[in-house]
Nanobody, 123 residues
Framework: QVQLVESGGGLVQAGGSLRLSCAVS????????MGWFRQAPGKEREFVAA????????YYADSVKGRFTISRDNAKNTVALQMNSLKPEDTAVYHC????????????????WGQGTQVSVSS
């Protein structure tokens, strides 16, 4: 079993930055691809970013490319999402998730999920 706990959400003005963190415990963290997803009210959960188990490959949704950066520290069992140039449309609950599938952007491929952290961006 893998447990994931997100932190770092909050309220920020458009153009600002936030850094989300996900602490992972349980089974070996380093073998999993880690992803970030978000879900806004009334919308489906959507892919944001993912990182391979060694951290050598990263994947981003077009909507966040160039603004968000995903990283991981296997020694500390953490994965982070640095979010810059935030826009009101980035407002959502952000979840981290873990999968053994390489580079997947599909929520259904992820086996473990955190409870999420709220990010709100005001205009």
């Amino acid at each position: 079993q893998v447990q994931l706990v997100e932190s770092g959400g909050g309220l920020v003005q458009a153009g600002g930055s936030l850094r989300l963190s996900c602490a992972v415990s349980g089974r070996t963290f380093s073998v999993y691809t880690m992803g970030w997803f978000r879900q806004a009210p009334g919308k489906e959960r959507e892919f944001v970013a993912a990182i391979s188990w060694r951290g050598t490959m990263t994947y981003y949704a077009d909507s966040v490319k160039g603004r968000f950066t995903i990283s991981r520290d296997n020694a500390k069992n953490t994965v982070a999402l640095q979010m810059n140039s935030l826009k009101p449309e980035d407002t959502a609950v952000y979840h981290c998730a873990a999968t053994r599938k390489i580079g997947s952007s599909r929520p259904g491929d992820y086996d473990y999920w955190g409870q999420g952290t709220q990010v709100s961006v005001s205009s």
